[in-house]
């Protein structure tokens, strides 16, 4: 399976969106930043993964061993 871009980002409601770019749909909801991050991992599948920050500001995962 190819590996794929995702997002993590925080909604308004407090909730963590897992996504792909240009989607309207979030593919994971979560609780919690790391769980956030860990679901998007997955889905990447060794893609890179782009999570913002408190500040707004996005960083950029490559992928995780574990």
Same mark, same amino acid.
């Given at each position: 399976m190819a590996? /794929?871009?995702?997002? *993590?980002?925080? !909604?308004a409601?407090?909730?963590w969106a *897992? &996504?792909?770019p240009d989607c309207k749909? %979030? &593919?994971a909801l !979560?609780?919690?930043? /790391?769980? %956030? *991050?860990?679901? %998007?991992?997955? @889905?990447a599948n060794g893609?890179? *993964?782009? @999570?913002q920050g408190a500040n707004g500001?996005?960083?950029k995962e490559k992928k995780r061993l574990s």
């Open positions: 590996y /794929v871009t995702m997002y *993590v980002e925080k !909604r409601d407090g909730r *897992v &996504s792909r749909k %979030a &593919s !979560r609780d919690t930043k /790391v769980d %956030a *991050v860990k679901r %998007a991992h997955e @889905i893609g890179p *993964v782009h @999570i500001k996005w960083t």
